[in-house]
């Protein structure tokens, strides 16, 4: 019988760009099975209305996650634990489970996203679900940016309309509010790749981009990059160029 590679899906552009990467990687070489868990986040209707529209099966599955303990907010959008979770329970359905971490994300400030997460969960699962076969944890975008998996994506033929279509946001309703963190990492990828999409309100003009500009900004100062990668750095830089090119608004501050 053939592995089975489980794909953690969010309804958002990582995942969903993730599913096709796997049939380009493996072909018809792997099962493949997408599964959705519904943790009753605020968002997760706009995350499962953006999974009706996927072009392939999402599996659902609900776990009572969200119990009040931990309340996911635009300003707070940490989970402790979830990808720990996730790929534990993924662990029942498959071989491989895949999550989504890219480069640039995978590194000890994100616990669950970190090399000794990494290493150590393989270790316990092979452990807990047996070596033959073992459950082994994989980051497939780990050598790719955010703006690398968008170009990725146009390239291999999904249109820009399909991934319009995915929600990348911790707004509890609006599609693309434009205030919390992943809309401006989303806007950095989406415009470095030619795509303007419509948010609530404009995401490089926010507090939550300022405030993550001026970080970037004592980074480059400090020279310390363990946190964020130059290359992240590098690449909002020239979205906000791109910015001032179509608007004329300068949104990078000035030191």
């Known amino acids: 019988m053939e592995p089975t590679t489980v794909i953690l899906m969010s309804g958002g552009l990582d995942s969903f760009i993730s599913y096709y990467f796997a049939k380009q990687r493996y072909g018809k070489e792997m099962n493949l099975r997408q599964i959705y868990f519904d943790i009753n986040s605020p968002y997760r209707k706009k995350e499962l209305k953006a999974i009706k529209g ?19 907010t635009p300003e707070q959008q940490v989970i402790p634990g979830r990808n ?5 329970l993924a662990g029942y359905y498959g071989d491989f489970v895949w999550l989504s971490a890219l480069k640039g994300e995978i590194h000890e400030f994100l616990p669950d996203k970190s090399p000794t997460f990494f290493q150590d969960f393989n ?4 452990y807990v679900y047996g070596p033959k ?5 994989q980051f497939p975008f ?3 940016s955010k703006t690398d998996i968008v170009s990725w994506a146009l390239t291999y033929g999904i249109s820009e309309k399909e991934l319009s279509n995915t929600v990348t946001c911790y707004h509890p309703t609006h599609k693309r509010c434009g205030e919390c963190s992943t809309c401006v990492k989303r806007a950095v990828a989406m415009r470095l790749n030619g795509i303007w999409e419509n948010h609530k309100k404009e995401p490089f003009k926010s507090k939550s981009a ?17 946190h ?9 830089y020239f979205a906000t160029r791109l910015f001032k090119e179509k608007t004329g ?3 990078w501050p000035v030191n």
């Open 228 to 236: 964020y990668s130059s290359e992240r750095i590098e690449e909002t």
């Open 142 to 144: 780990e050598n790719m």
């Open 210 to 226: 300022q405030e993550l500009f001026r970080k970037y900004q004592q980074v480059q100062t400090s020279g310390d990059f363990s």
């Open 123 to 126: 270790k316990i699962a092979s």
């Open 84 to 88: 720990f979770i996730f790929a534990a």
């Open 54 to 72: 996927f072009n392939f099966d999402v599996e659902i599955k609900k776990v009572e996650l969200m119990d009040g303990t931990h309340i996911v």
């Open 133 to 137: 076969p073992a459950v082994k944890l």
């Open 249 to 251: 608004e300068d949104v």
